[in-house]
């Protein structure tokens, strides 16, 4: 598992996390109240990546998150390499 970029050593599966968004969605008396953030999980494969996007859609739904998004992209410089994105949203109360 790695953050934001996965070393390219040509071992796989692995799996990429980034935050995409960290955004205030209520304010109140000048005061940030709740954020709204949007992480996005990639697995890279050379095989089907299936089991592994149930069970990090199983973990990140556990955590509170919302699943947003799940697509497939290709990596046009390794037609062997499958690429799945899934993007997820939680709200958090700010403390203060």
Known sequence: MFTD???DAGKYPAIVYAMISDVPILAADDS???T???IQVSILSLAGSQPIANRINALMVGLGF???????IAD????????????????????N
């Open 5 to 7: 970029k996965a070393p």
């Open 32 to 34: 940030e109240t709740m």
């Open 36 to 38: 709204k953030t949007t």
């Open 66 to 72: 919302v699943r947003i998004f799940t697509g497939n």
């Open 76 to 95: 046009p410089a390794n037609n062997s390499l499958k690429i799945k994105v899934m993007r997820y949203n939680i709200a958090l109360e700010q403390e």
